[in-house]
């Protein structure tokens, strides 16, 4: 039996249960391959902090560069995480003909365009199952079941972070910033939370999820990203007594030369199969011209579950090494060469349904003014809460609106807020309603 | 471009999905596989009748031999179902070094210990997404992304037939013969339901889950299988009552030595993942030991989602053989010869909570009669329901059960079945409670 040799880059929390899989399913492993499937060497800076499983000392080392270079060998899990220096590792590995799996989806977000096309030279793979909904198997169900479809709609819920606060301030009627503070202490939110609650993760995610469904090359700074770091529990409130639950959604559309791809807080219908995604839990659903709606649910982070799907490209990597061929299917589904060149919306052209939130001096003719403004700019209104008189002198005035334009609700709101009675900047989350 | 050249064995329903995604999407296919991807051949015994699509008169031919035998077909589609000639056909087929797509599930199911080891020793592959769940991707994600996990359970609603006949019992209060006559006037049905509602393609699909995931061989006939024919509106209402909703599970679990392989009405708590699939939605859930939970959803059935399935195979083995290779993964994940042996629990050992229904003379010591039997079987009860009197002379009396072995249940409900107060025979549902 031949030894397919995988080199470990980086050794913290996910890349301690990828030492785990090998030790626990070793077997099972090699059996599933055909081959022995073997951890080689593991690099890390940090060599002597105890991970609480037991590891072989002499697999351990501070060397990248033996790595790298080591015509032994074959795989590289890549899991430094961050721009640099995992952008320079990845590339010089991938130079040295080493295929590369990595759950790094910053790296891939910002630097896809220079590292895929170097594996598509190099005739490696570069796989990243592990980078988008962690143990959710999209990346492969769009690669490989859904090829024969034009996929026409993908939608996620990728942050667990966002959708644990999200779910909790909805269950306790809580703050954000006092459920935040909890969820940090719990570790389910980083004590630098900005990149998962700005939506920046999961923008990260949209790119690469737009490129592979839609057979292009979306950049990041493409992508329209707004956090959840304004939402009140009001806001979620409501969104409820309105039939809508309020969930961070990464939403990618293509239709004609047009491509949507967009994050943000956004109501959806609480019937909506997204909508009853809950905790800590990812999903994504995909819409196919053939195939019609599909959903994939799962731990969307965790040691354990990326980890598997880290292992599960491994896998994949070491059945191809195994039947005698390199890269088997292109980084993004079809040969970067055969990418095509789509815009992407301008965010002021959007149209759907806004939930709009003022806060007015509790004065009469204060609706009259609001809604005056709105009709000016061509927004029609849908339904309206007044909920209840706050003791302070400022009360809460919810709208819904029919399908407006962006660009119009953008300066609606501004000439709104310009109002003497208008208390503090108004709030406006979209909404969702043709999800598919 | 080399030509990869595809026959398809079957024009039905499926059959025409698969014509028109080779017509709409043919360009998205061949940039996908980076190879022409060609409808070469159309066989079946009805070649005139019109399917609503326009075909090529030269691809449509009444002759099996000519596609079977043609040095020219690379992969061949067989969608004729049933088990002969399919069989026959597609071990020819095999003994030709042709590749197989194939939806059914019947014959993978009967003749799959013959069909897989010919594949495998042909060096060609034999891939079945479309025959368990239609559009949702769980074969490939179990060989593929969950390849580094022991998976320990899947739990699958898998007869959209069934699950749509539930539903509407749950939604409208109807009776069992009542829905299934409008579903079959609706085409939700078959004229013949009988492999539907009484459990058969549900058992089908959990032979090839089980046998896959637990890297084992599992006959159908090991697959204990009920059907939802006995099932009143009033067991699904007082499910309701008790905060379950009733499916009819595939249930496969893997401990030690020991199999689980069952299909039957079951219980599950209203808020479990699985209980909210509704209508003619399929759902597959699978726990792996580092994957945890996950849940792949979408229609299980229907002539573009299952072509969508088939055609997503094609393009699979049409990349294997642009690659230069024959079959990359064996079709139940491991050599055959590794596949391990385990024993299937025989359903008298079964220990689960139980709901029982009796219907019983409506006079005083009935129910001590009746709990007095179970108490000697050693059943103990959780909780009863005596609904409401009925103007017949029969009432129902509804027990939950706490943990109990069937062979006793079974004891139990004979015994009291032969009581003169018992009006018409027992029913018991399974309960699961421990669902990963």
Redesign the interface.
Known sequence: MRTINVGLLGFGTIGT?VV??FQ??HQ??S??V?AELKLTQIVDLDITTDRGIAVDKGLLSTDVQSMLTSPEIDIVIELIGGYEPARSFVLQAIRNGKHIVTANKALLALHGDEILPAAEQAGVDVLY?AAVGG???AI??IK???????ITSVLGILNGTCNYILTRMAEEQASFSAVLADAQKQGYAEADPTFDIEGVDTAHKLALLCSLCF?THIEFEQIFTEGISKITALDIEFAREFGYKLKLLAIGKHNGDMIEARVHPTMVPENY?LA?IDGVFNAIRLF????????????GA?M??T???V??D???IA??IQ???GS??PPL???MS?LAQYSVKPMEELVTPYYLRFTAKDQPGVLAQISGILGKHNISIESMIQPHRHEAEAVPIVLMTHDALERDVRNALSEIDELDIIQQESLMIRIEENLD
């Open positions: 249960g785990k899989i626990q399913n099972l492993l059996q599933r055909g199952e143990g959710i198997p492969t169900a490989e079941n859904l090829a024969a479809n034009r057979g199969p009853k196919g011209d053939f195939v019609g709606p599909t959903m994939l649910t799962g731990f965790g354990d579950a980890a598997s799907a292992m599960g491994v896998v994949s059945r191809n039947a005698g061929i088997r299917i589904g079809c040969p055969e």
